[in-house]
Protein backbone atom coordinates (compact mmCIF):
# COMPACT_ATOMS: atom_id res chain seq x y z
CA UNK A 1 0.00 0.00 0.00
CA UNK A 2 2.79 1.98 0.57
CA UNK A 3 4.55 1.76 -2.49
CA UNK A 4 1.28 2.74 -4.19
CA UNK A 5 1.20 5.93 -2.72
CA UNK A 6 4.57 6.37 -3.31
CA UNK A 7 4.44 5.51 -7.09
CA UNK A 8 1.16 7.99 -7.51
CA UNK A 9 2.51 10.75 -4.98
CA UNK A 10 6.00 10.59 -7.21
CA UNK A 11 3.90 10.24 -10.37
CA UNK A 12 1.79 13.55 -10.13
CA UNK A 13 4.79 15.53 -8.90
CA UNK A 14 6.80 14.79 -11.89
CA UNK A 15 3.81 15.03 -14.73
CA UNK A 16 2.98 18.36 -13.24
CA UNK A 17 6.59 19.81 -13.75
CA UNK A 18 6.25 22.16 -17.00
CA UNK A 19 8.92 22.69 -19.40
CA UNK A 20 9.54 26.55 -19.88
CA UNK A 21 10.25 25.94 -23.35
CA UNK A 22 7.00 25.09 -24.05
CA UNK A 23 6.16 28.71 -23.32
CA UNK A 24 7.71 30.75 -25.79
CA UNK A 25 5.33 29.79 -28.91
CA UNK A 26 2.52 30.84 -26.17
CA UNK A 27 3.68 34.36 -25.35
CA UNK A 28 3.26 36.76 -28.99
CA UNK A 29 0.88 38.32 -29.32
CA UNK A 30 -2.13 40.58 -28.06
CA UNK A 31 -2.35 40.10 -23.98
CA UNK A 32 -5.05 41.60 -21.59
CA UNK A 33 -4.12 42.19 -17.87
CA UNK A 34 -7.30 40.12 -15.52
CA UNK A 35 -5.67 40.46 -12.12
CA UNK A 36 -2.79 41.20 -10.29
CA UNK A 37 -2.20 38.91 -7.11
CA UNK A 38 0.04 40.90 -4.89
CA UNK A 39 2.71 39.55 -2.13
CA UNK A 40 0.31 39.98 0.46
CA UNK A 41 -2.21 38.07 -0.53
CA UNK A 42 -4.50 40.96 -1.96
CA UNK A 43 -5.46 40.90 -5.69
CA UNK A 44 -7.18 43.56 -7.73
CA UNK A 45 -8.88 42.36 -11.03
CA UNK A 46 -9.57 44.73 -14.11
CA UNK A 47 -12.92 44.08 -15.10
CA UNK A 48 -11.85 46.42 -18.01
CA UNK A 49 -8.44 48.24 -19.62
CA UNK A 50 -8.29 50.89 -21.93
CA UNK A 51 -4.57 49.15 -23.17
CA UNK A 52 -3.83 46.10 -23.77
CA UNK A 53 0.30 44.53 -24.11
CA UNK A 54 1.40 43.56 -27.63
CA UNK A 55 4.46 41.09 -27.76
CA UNK A 56 6.34 40.08 -30.90
CA UNK A 57 9.26 37.93 -30.90
CA UNK A 58 11.72 36.74 -34.07
CA UNK A 59 13.09 33.58 -34.14
CA UNK A 60 16.41 35.08 -31.81
CA UNK A 61 14.26 35.39 -28.96
CA UNK A 62 14.50 38.95 -29.21
CA UNK A 63 11.61 41.30 -29.46
CA UNK A 64 9.35 44.28 -27.95
CA UNK A 65 6.50 44.75 -26.04
CA UNK A 66 3.94 47.48 -26.66
CA UNK A 67 1.32 49.24 -24.65
CA UNK A 68 -1.98 49.66 -27.46
CA UNK A 69 -5.35 51.25 -27.25
CA UNK A 70 -7.69 48.90 -29.08
CA UNK A 71 -10.35 50.61 -31.47
CA UNK A 72 -13.11 48.70 -33.47
CA UNK A 73 -12.39 46.39 -36.68
CA UNK A 74 -8.60 45.43 -35.61
CA UNK A 75 -7.12 48.68 -35.19
CA UNK A 76 -4.98 49.65 -32.46
CA UNK A 77 -3.46 53.32 -31.31
CA UNK A 78 0.07 53.73 -29.56
CA UNK A 79 2.54 55.92 -28.56
CA UNK A 80 6.57 55.47 -29.84
CA UNK A 81 7.06 54.09 -26.55
CA UNK A 82 8.26 50.40 -26.60
CA UNK A 83 9.95 47.96 -24.86
CA UNK A 84 12.82 45.78 -26.23
CA UNK A 85 12.73 42.33 -24.87
CA UNK A 86 15.00 39.25 -24.64
CA UNK A 87 13.34 35.88 -23.68
CA UNK A 88 15.87 33.14 -22.22
CA UNK A 89 15.85 29.94 -20.76
CA UNK A 90 17.39 29.95 -16.71
CA UNK A 91 17.25 27.45 -14.25
CA UNK A 92 14.34 25.76 -15.54
CA UNK A 93 12.42 29.25 -16.06
CA UNK A 94 11.40 31.06 -18.75
CA UNK A 95 12.49 35.10 -17.73
CA UNK A 96 11.65 38.00 -20.06
CA UNK A 97 14.24 40.56 -19.71
CA UNK A 98 13.48 44.33 -20.76
CA UNK A 99 14.96 47.71 -21.24
CA UNK A 100 14.44 50.76 -22.25
CA UNK A 101 16.06 54.11 -22.08
CA UNK A 102 15.44 54.51 -18.60
CA UNK A 103 15.29 50.89 -17.08
CA UNK A 104 16.01 47.22 -16.92
CA UNK A 105 14.30 44.21 -15.19
CA UNK A 106 12.84 41.03 -15.48
CA UNK A 107 10.13 38.99 -15.45
CA UNK A 108 9.73 35.06 -15.10
CA UNK A 109 7.16 33.28 -17.20
CA UNK A 110 5.03 30.99 -14.70
CA UNK A 111 2.90 29.61 -17.22
CA UNK A 112 2.03 30.78 -21.35
CA UNK A 113 -0.77 28.67 -22.71
CA UNK A 114 -3.06 30.26 -26.10
CA UNK A 115 -5.16 31.91 -23.70
CA UNK A 116 -3.63 32.64 -20.77
CA UNK A 117 -0.38 34.12 -19.52
CA UNK A 118 1.47 34.49 -15.63
CA UNK A 119 3.88 36.70 -15.35
CA UNK A 120 5.85 37.33 -11.95
CA UNK A 121 8.31 40.46 -11.26
CA UNK A 122 11.22 40.49 -9.04
CA UNK A 123 8.72 41.60 -5.95
CA UNK A 124 6.69 38.57 -6.04
CA UNK A 125 3.52 39.94 -8.07
CA UNK A 126 1.95 38.34 -10.43
CA UNK A 127 -0.13 39.80 -13.19
CA UNK A 128 -2.54 37.00 -15.30
CA UNK A 129 -3.52 37.82 -18.52
CA UNK A 130 -6.11 36.54 -21.14
CA UNK A 131 -5.60 36.36 -24.84
CA UNK A 132 -7.07 39.66 -25.88
CA UNK A 133 -9.77 39.35 -28.78
CA UNK A 134 -10.32 42.50 -30.53
CA UNK A 135 -14.05 44.45 -31.01
CA UNK A 136 -15.26 43.82 -34.31
CA UNK A 137 -18.57 45.52 -35.89
CA UNK A 138 -20.49 44.91 -38.75
CA UNK A 139 -20.58 47.79 -40.45
CA UNK A 140 -23.07 48.03 -43.75
Known sequence: MKNILF???AFSLTS???NPETYIEHIEGYWEITEVF???GTSK???FN???DYISLNDSLQGFRKKLKPGINDTYFTSDDVESLVVKIE????NIYYSTPYAKWKETV???SPEELRIANKNKTIYLYKRYNSIKLDIE
Do not use: G, Q
Not at 91 to 94: H, R, W
Open 110 to 112: LEA
Open 45 to 47: VYK
Open 38 to 40: MPD
Open 7 to 9: ILI
Open 91 to 94: NDSL
Open 50 to 52: ETI
Open 16 to 18: CSK
